[in-house]
């Protein structure tokens, strides 16, 4: 098999498996294959594009350049000169991205078998996360912003149609379509960011653009002095913060969790959230360019990475725990981004994806021993109950907080390092609020993992079910899989195709970070992909405080990060476990605190009272004055009536006698003649 052969297998034997389960699984075409079949066909293609995957990585660490290929497959469009293709790029950056999509895809369509057993949309669900992971695959292994959009927008809308799966539910409809609005604001701006560099390029190729910097740096945006280089940046940004949930185009990704629990783990764990992440890695030659730019992304990845983590706190929803320990840690990679040290951000994105996704597949195990409770404070004592889920929601907790040699620990350590050697405007708020945000992370992860999992047996009292004060209105979005939900009952192990998951996943979470830190960071993996200088103040600071991952970890309990990690835990034990009064005192006494903690810093409120609510002022206004006044009121019927006042006129010409048009004719006549004899020579 040739190398394009194989490439073209990868990304497009997941489509396959989605138009097979679609359109022949779900009725749409008929019920010709089984919901056996539908898990079946779709988990087999989705494993031949993993496989093939680690082939190609395999390939491009033993390249002597790294990029495989870099060439066009098709051309879709051709304008005078302009060609609008589809093509691959497989180098480095690419290749390990396709193995982390395909391997954590993969792990999902196993866990769903499971955990949509009973669930009426069986087929329709594999048929969709099957799209979904050929449309991530066809954003990674893009060699041009064309083909870069078409995932983009792809992934946007295979989120909307899985977020909002459960389509009766109204909270469901509301959180994809909050979703979807979100991200189009964000990708306005990803548009203008392309269509300025094809603008001053004339190419869509990512090659072709790169080479072109040099007058890139030279042009200020038209009718301004601002450096287009600067503003392009800027706007690429403003799409990665649509897509990868930043503040303030955020608040999409809680809600979200309305969607069936592996759809958390697959979209907003490891795979379309960390595609801002990655689309600015591959930029990098361009970010590098402008220091306004990369002031502005290590702002913003600072203020989510602590502010949205310490909203993780309150929640009592296990799934939004998680959720906003996403954004947290996606702010993490983004501080990462904007202190240069792109290739640290691409290394906390694959490790984050395995520890995210085993967190959030075990969140779903823990709904499935708890008959579909999703409210931590109904838990407590599992451990006994849930053997397997217990030990591996610990070790992605561990890996989560960042525990020396724990995968999490050798990207986050670094995160904060580059940070503080970062020479950006902003570094200094990064450094502090990524060193809080540790502590942050520590206290609302092991709160859930007490409250879950140890402590008093909550489950069986006669209260557990009912209302507990003021979190109760965001805390009960239950999965709605299509199982007779009943409260109640002992609960109980997940079955194996849920725990198998669980335990392929724990294994890249204890091990992948102290295995590739070296080459990923300090190696040549990443050379002539990304911008990746070891010179860089930021990188250069990394590279001669590691050694090697032994060292690094033991080194790592005499720093301040790890003390804050032990904090964290300490406090939540203390106050969950042992005086859980304290937890409640807080709230009594911050009550001012807690209320904007509660409304998440009125984000939502300023969107739906303001935004939403100017832009449906703004509409009407519109449909008013514009659309009844102007285009119905004066265009077309003022049209009308003026033809009417014409017609109204010339009726009274049109007598039907003779001698009137004869007469008519006579005046015509003499009045021409006269035009003729006394007009101008």
């Not at 056996?36 to 594009?49: E, F, K, P, Y």
């Not at 469009?77 to 390990?96: H, M, R, V």
Request: net charge neutral; aromatic share 14%.
């Amino acid at each position: 098999m040739s190398n394009v052969s194989l490439y073209l297998l990868i990304a497009l034997a997941p489509l396959l498996g989605a138009i097979l389960a679609g359109l022949f699984g779900t009725g749409f075409l008929g019920r010709f294959i089984s919901r056996r079949g539908s898990h079946m066909i779709t988990i087999a293609l989705v494993a031949v594009s993993a496989i093939g995957s680690v082939y190609v990585l395999n390939q491009v660490m033993h390249h002597a350049t790294g990029t495989l290929f870099n060439d066009t497959i098709y051309t879709w469009s051709l304008i005078g000169n302009i060609k609008l293709e589809i093509g691959f790029q497989i180098d480095p950056l690419s290749a390990l991205m396709m193995v982390v999509v395909t391997s954590v895809s993969l792990m999902v369509h196993i866990y769903t078998i499971g955990y949509m057993s009973d669930d009426p949309g069986y087929q329709r669900f594999f048929a969709y996360i099957s799209l979904f992971t050929f449309s991530m695959l066809m954003l990674v292994m893009s060699n041009n912003m064309v083909q870069l959009f078409f995932g983009w927008e792809a992934v946007g809308l295979v989120s909307y149609l899985l977020i909002g799966f459960w389509y009766t539910k109204q909270t469901a409809i509301f959180a994809n379509m909050k979703a979807f609005l979100v991200n189009r604001v964000g990708d306005f701006g990803f548009v203008l960011g392309i269509g300025l560099l094809f603008a001053n390029t004339g190419t869509m190729n990512y090659g072709e653009v790169f080479s072109q910097i040099d007058k890139l740096k030279g042009l200020m945006l038209p009718g301004t002095e601002w450096m287009l280089i600067t503003v392009a940046c800027i706007c690429l940004f403003i799409g990665a913060m649509g897509k990868s949930a930043q503040v303030p185009l955020h608040a999409w990704l809680p809600d979200s969790m309305e969607g069936p629990t592996p759809i958390s783990a697959l979209i907003h764990a490891a795979t379309m959230v960390t595609a801002g992440i990655f689309m600015v890695a591959r930029f990098s030659p361009l970010f590098e360019q402008s220091n306004t730019a990369l002031s502005f992304i290590i702002v913003i990845g600072a203020i989510g990475a602590l502010f949205l983590g310490i909203l993780g706190i309150i929640q009592n929803d296990i799934k939004r725990v998680v959720a906003y320990s996403t954004l947290s840690q996606l702010g993490y990679m983004t501080v990462a981004l904007g202190a240069s040290a792109y290739s640290v951000a691409i290394f906390h994105l694959m490790t984050h994806a395995f520890f995210k996704a085993l967190l959030f597949l075990g969140a779903g195990s823990v709904i499935i021993g708890m008959h579909h409770d999703q409210d931590i404070r109904n838990m407590g004592g599992l451990r006994k109950y849930m053997p397997i889920t217990w030990l591996t929601f610990l070790i992605g907790t561990l890996a989560l907080v960042g525990t020396p040699f724990f995968s999490g620990f050798y990207s986050k350590e670094h995160i904060i390092e580059a940070a503080a050697n970062a020479n950006v405007w902003g570094a200094t708020f990064a450094k502090y609020a990524t060193l809080i945000g540790v502590f942050v992370t520590s206290l609302y992860s092991f709160r859930v993992y007490f409250l879950v999992f140890h402590g008093k047996e909550r489950f069986a009292t006669e209260d557990a079910h009912h209302g507990h004060g003021s979190h109760a209105h965001d805390d009960h979005a239950h999965d709605g899989h299509g199982h007779d939900d009943h409260h109640g009952g002992v609960p109980h192990e997940s079955p194996w195709v849920v725990t198998l998951p669980l335990v392929l996943l724990a294994i890249p979470s204890i091990v992948i970070g102290a295995l590739v830190v070296k080459p990923l960071l300090f190696g040549d993996y990443f050379k002539n992909t990304i911008f990746n200088l070891s010179s860089h103040p930021a990188m250069g600071v990394l590279k001669s405080h590691f050694h090697d991952w032994v060292s690094y970890a033991l080194h790592a309990f005499s720093t301040l990060p790890f003390w804050l990690v032990v904090a964290g835990a300490v406090v939540a034990w203390y106050c969950y476990l042992i005086n859980p009064k304290i937890p409640a005192t807080i709230q009594r006494k911050l009550s001012g605190l807690n209320y904007i903690l509660e409304n998440k810093y009125f984000f939502d409120w300023f969107n739906e009272q303001v935004l939403a609510r100017g832009a449906r002022c703004l509409g009407k206004g519109l449909w008013q004055q514009g659309d009844r006044g102007l285009i119905d009121g004066l265009l077309v019927n003022g049209s009308a009536r003026l033809v009417g006042m014409i017609a109204s006129v010339t009726r009274r010409l049109q007598s039907g006698y003779i001698y009137h048009y004869a007469f008519a004719m006579i005046i015509g006549l003499l009045a021409a003649i006269t035009l003729i004899i006394f007009g101008p020579k």
